[in-house]
């Protein structure tokens, strides 16, 4: 995969599926309701939100375990939260899996990287700052209503434990004094991941989502990261791409019916 001159080179896909096990896996094990394992290249965790994305087994090596799989999602049924599976795309095994385990497929989600530099067009009126610790719940009320889910639901991932970490930092941008998107971001060894980048629905297309995007990497790459990485939804693929983000895979990704 080719990288403008002067840059340095996009890490491979398999730098980048480590790097989202061992993120997910922080975060987990940060939270009082959350614990994860890592064995035989499958990551295994539980955060106890009851969000399919947020419990369950992510496969970051191509010969990732089959049998370590089918435990872990045992596991991970037991402690009664929704749960999702998400592999590389050429691990084949997934299917027969999920469907053992009565999940169903959802969208194929993009995992992404880029090198820096990362730079968004300027935007009037935004301002951006750092989330202190205990401002957690404005990360909140802007990312449940952005993504249509109650506050709640992100109050209990992202907690003031999480934004303490040194590794981790959340944004919010505000127009007016008003907090109209947010975002977050994990640093770990030369890899920052961007999270929950959410805008209101009645300040979308003004360049703000793209905006706290490179806020957030740039502050990575201050901080000792030499890539960033995300996993895309729809809506946001265009903005990532415009910024300089590269598809490297596409995970197929199976959520339990619970």
């Known amino acids: ?10 890490p491979d896909a398999d730098a980048v599926a480590s790097a989202l096990g061992s993120t ?9 309701t959350g614990w994860a394992r890592e064995a035989a290249g499958v990551h295994t965790l539980v955060t106890g939100v009851p969000v399919p994305a947020l419990n369950g087994a992510w496969v ?9 799989v089918r435990a872990g999602l045992a596991d991970v049924a037991r402690d009664g ?11 084949r095994e997934g299917e027969v899996i999920a469907a053992a385990h009565g999940m169903v497929a959802d969208a194929d989600i993009p995992l992404m990287a880029a090198v820096g530099p990362i730079n968004a067009s300027p935007v009037d009126g935004l301002s951006l700052r750092d989330l202190a610790a205990d ?33 981790v930092r959340g944004y919010v941008g505000e127009v007016d004094g008003e907090a109209v998107v947010t975002a977050m971001s ?13 805008t209101l629905a009645d300040h979308r297309r003004r360049g703000y989502g ?15 990261a030499s890539w960033a990485w995300l996993q895309s939804s729809a809506v946001g693929y265009g903005v990532y791409e415009r910024l300089g ?3 490297l895979e596409r995970w197929p990704c199976w959520v339990s019916r619970v």
Do not use: Q, Y
């Open 245 to 247: 983000f590269t598809t």
């Open 24 to 32: 997910w896996a922080l975060l987990a094990t940060t939270l009082k």
């Open 210 to 224: 793209a905006a706290i995007t490179a806020r957030a990497a740039r502050d990575g790459f201050l901080n000792g």
């Open 135 to 167: 401002e957690a719940p404005l990360h909140c009320e802007v990312a449940g209503p952005a993504f249509g889910a109650p506050p709640d639901l992100f109050a209990a991932v992202i907690t003031e434990d999480v934004l303490a970490r040194g590794e």
């Open 186 to 198: 994990v640093t770990v060894g030369d890899a920052v991941g961007i999270f929950n980048v959410a």
């Open 1 to 10: 995969m080719s990288t403008p001159t002067g840059l340095a080179p996009l």
């Open 60 to 68: 970051v090596r191509n010969d990732g375990d089959a049998a370590e």
């Open 81 to 91: 939260v929704p749960f999702c599976l998400e592999t590389r795309p050429s691990w």
